[in-house]
């Protein structure tokens, strides 16, 4: 059966600490943004608070200072190494600031993503950065919230919100530079979304048309490969799907570094070597390109300045600091770390 307004209203300090299987005082140390608790202790006392609607009761804290001390962080999927290491990055940022990061997976859903954007947790939080995949240009309306936000990525531009991107373009370019300076000439590029208007895929895959034109190359569309979700299973698919159709090709820029991991497992698996028969670029630059075999070359998007940027800028408006009252845009640094997989 569920709860009535009045129980939710009902529901005490003591309720949360019994269901979350924790003292009050540990409950009273997250609703204070206390720094150093565990994050499965966090999970499990703003979860209780959640469904217990504790919401009129976190607003304690903001009796003293009109701030709850937690703030959102809403993004697509945790699996993928991009954004767990992302997360991980503002989580410790925050936390250098004395701030909590609820964390919410919105599996790329619109429906999710609008959740985040207007559900009943945005109580709980002074703000939200959010990493829209699913919400695109036609929903620009569903990120004009009354709250402070930070929008991460590519999918939504010119909403009222202060935005962190990447330079997906030119970083794209460069990552295929990479390759004809060392001597590549038929590069496959893996994770393209056909009729794409706005969104990554687009952006990096109009990176690589651009290096290829300055080269005075034509673009082969056999060259340009779909691949759905960006996940090791496609890059790998892609891959095979390739060499079984005999298209010709000495390098590979993958879109992101799960499909790069894929496309290595395949190239290897089909008795090529990288990187004397074929090289193999990505982009993320998340932890395992180091580990694999051979190690990745990635795009470095700026990581760790995205993560930092996001929290200060969302920070700037808690506290009313923010000198721009318009939306303000940052697009983050990137540099390109060579490994194995495009050394000669």
Known sequence: MSRTEAEFMSATMQDVAKLAGVSV?????????????????????????????????????SLRSGKTGIIGLAVPELSLPYFAELADAVIKYAESLGLTVLIEQT??????????????RRSLTDGLIISPLALGPNDIAEFDVNYPLVILGERVFGAKADHVTMANIEASKAATKHLIDLGCKRIAVVGDH????????????????????????????????????????????????????????????????????GVLYALQASGLRVPEDVKVIGYDDVDDAQYSFPTLTSVEPGKAQIARTAVDLLKERIDGLAQDPGPRKVVA????????STRV
Do not use: C
């Open 25 to 61: 005082k540990t409950v009273s140390n997250v609703v204070n943004g206390y720094p150093y608790i565990r994050e499965t202790t966090k999970e499990k006392v703003l979860s209780a608070i959640s469904e217990l609607g504790y919401q009129m009761n976190v607003n304690a804290r």
């Open 194 to 261: 056909a009729g794409e208007v706005i969104g990554s895929a687009q952006l990096r895959t109009s990176g690589y048309v651009k290096a290829i034109q300055e080269e005075g190359w034509e673009v082969d569309p056999a060259l340009i490969r779909e691949a759905g979700l960006w996940h090791r299973s496609t890059g790998a698919q892609a891959t095979f799907d390739m060499i079984a159709e005999g298209v010709e090709f000495d390098a590979v820029f993958a879109l992101n570094d799960a499909m790069a991991l």
């Open 333 to 340: 640094d990137f540099s390109i770390s060579q490994r194995e």
């Open 107 to 120: 599996n790329s859903d619109p429906e999710r993503e609008k959740e985040s954007l207007h559900g009943q």
